[in-house]
């Protein structure tokens, strides 16, 4: 299993980036893919998590109506749309994947408990 993210980079506050996760290797659909971040000197956060059926998404509270997760099916790919960013946004966004089995997907992606796959991090900086 690989997760690629892309898409980090520096924008001024109340900009927008968009971030993605290309995943492979999955034998299997019923996975959860979510975005982890972790800035310097804080805990991880877990931002935003997608299962595959329409709907089932979490957001944390900081980026609530702000972010929006999306996944492409056909592309293996899993987006996270991110507006109207502020300098608390800094941070190394990781894509990562779980499968959630009897838990919920909230549950897991707000402790950032039970995740499987780590891929390698992206750098998104917010300059105010």
């Known amino acids: 299993v690989q997760l690629q993210a892309s898409g980090g980079g520096l924008v001024q506050a109340g900009g927008s980036l968009r971030l993605s996760c290309f995943a492979s290797g999955f034998t299997s659909d019923d996975y959860a893919i979510g975005w982890i971040r972790q800035a310097p000197g804080k805990d991880r956060e877990g931002v935003a998590c997608?299962?595959?059926?329409?709907?089932?998404?979490y957001y944390a509270d900081s980026v609530m109506g702000r972010f929006t997760i999306s996944r492409d099916k056909d592309k293996n790919t899993v987006y996270l749309q991110m507006n109207s960013l502020k300098p608390e946004d800094t941070a190394v966004y990781y894509c990562?994947?779980?499968?959630?089995?009897?838990?919920?997907?909230?549950?897991?992606?707000?402790?950032?408990?039970?995740?499987?796959?780590w891929g390698k991090g992206t750098l998104v900086t917010v300059s105010s």
């Open positions: 990562a994947a779980f499968f959630p089995g009897r838990y919920s997907v909230s549950t897991l992606c707000e402790s950032v408990y039970g995740i499987d796959y």
């Open positions: 997608i299962i595959n059926s329409p709907g089932n998404t």
